[in-house]
C-alpha cells in the first residue's frame, strides 16, 4: 500500500519568511504532484515533478523530486498572506495513475 | 464552464436513503475518479475508472458504488447513506499520456454531503 506522508500538517509563519513542507512516500513512484486547497474550493494544481532531481519554480513557490529518497519538497520564500492555503502532495500508485494523497499542510502566514 | 462538473453542489439527505452524486467532464478525458474529503484525512480514494468498462475499488469503497455511463460521465451512489459519510466529495479526471509528459488531475468544485 502506497503511503504519502507530509510533515508538518500545520504551520503558522510571518510574512516575509522563509519555510519548507516535506512529501514522503512510501513505494516506488516516478510522478508526484502539489496541489493547493483554499478553504471550501477545490484543488488546483501547482507543479507536476516528473523525474528525479526535477525542480519546479513558481513565484514564491518551489517544488522539487527526490525519487530516490521519495522525498518531495515544496519551499515557500519570503511568504506573504495570500499564501495562506492547504497544500497537498500526491503520488501515482504503481498499479496505474489513480493519485495518493498526503493529509494535507494548512499553512497560515500572519503579519 | 467548468470543465469538470458535479451536481448537486451541497445536499442534505437523510440516514438510509439512497443518492447518487454525478460527475461530467468536458476534458475528453478517458480516466475518472472520486475521492472523499475529511478534515485532517486528506483525500481518499473511493472509486477510479480507466474507461467506461474499467472500473476500481480505491481505498474505502465501502458502502459506495459507481456507474460510469459514458466517458464524460462517472456518478457515485451512496446506497444507504449512514451520517459518517458526511464529507466534502471530489471528481476528478486524468489524461494517460505518454511517460514523461503531464498527466495531472483536473478536479470538480466538490459535493458537500450530509447525511443526518
Known amino acids: 500500500e502506497l503511503k504519502v506522508e507530509q510533515n508538518p500538517l500545520f504551520l503558522s509563519m510571518q510574512e516575509g519568511k522563509n519555510y519548507t513542507i516535506y512529501c514522503n512516500y512510501s513505494t516506488t513512484s516516478d510522478r508526484l504532484y502539489w496541489y493547493r486547497q483554499d478553504p471550501g474550493k477545490s484543488l488546483e494544481s501547482l507543479f507536476v515533478l516528473l523525474s528525479n532531481g526535477a525542480v519546479k519554480q513558481e513565484g514564491r513557490l518551489m517544488a522539487s523530486l527526490d525519487t530516490k529518497a521519495r522525498l518531495s519538497t515544496l519551499h515557500i520564500t519570503a511568504a506573504v498572506h495570500d499564501l495562506s492555503a492547504t497544500y497537498f502532495c500526491?503520488?501515482?500508485?504503481?498499479?496505474?495513475?489513480?493519485?495518493?494523497f498526503g493529509k494535507g499542510t494548512s499553512l497560515l502566514v500572519t503579519p | 464552464d467548468a470543465d469538470v462538473t458535479q451536481t448537486p453542489r451541497n445536499r442534505i439527505t437523510k440516514t438510509g436513503k439512497r443518492i447518487m452524486l454525478e460527475c461530467s467532464q468536458t476534458k475528453g478525458h478517458d480516466r475518472m475518479y472520486w475521492y472523499r474529503q475529511d478534515p485532517g484525512l486528506g483525500l481518499r480514494l473511493i472509486y477510479y475508472s480507466f474507461d467506461v468498462k474499467d472500473i476500481n475499488k480505491g481505498e474505502i469503497s465501502d458502502g459506495y458504488s459507481v456507474s460510469r455511463q459514458a466517458q464524460a460521465k462517472f456518478s457515485l451512489s451512496l446506497e444507504s447513506a449512514i451520517p459518517n459519510q458526511t464529507a466534502l466529495y471530489f471528481c476528478?479526471?486524468?489524461?494517460?499520456?505518454?511517460?514523461?509528459?503531464?498527466?495531472?488531475?483536473?478536479f470538480g468544485q466538490g459535493t458537500r454531503l450530509t447525511v443526518v
Open positions: 500526491a503520488v501515482n500508485s504503481n498499479s496505474g495513475y489513480a493519485l495518493n
Open positions: 476528478a479526471t486524468s489524461d494517460l499520456r505518454e511517460r514523461g509528459k503531464d498527466t495531472e488531475a483536473f
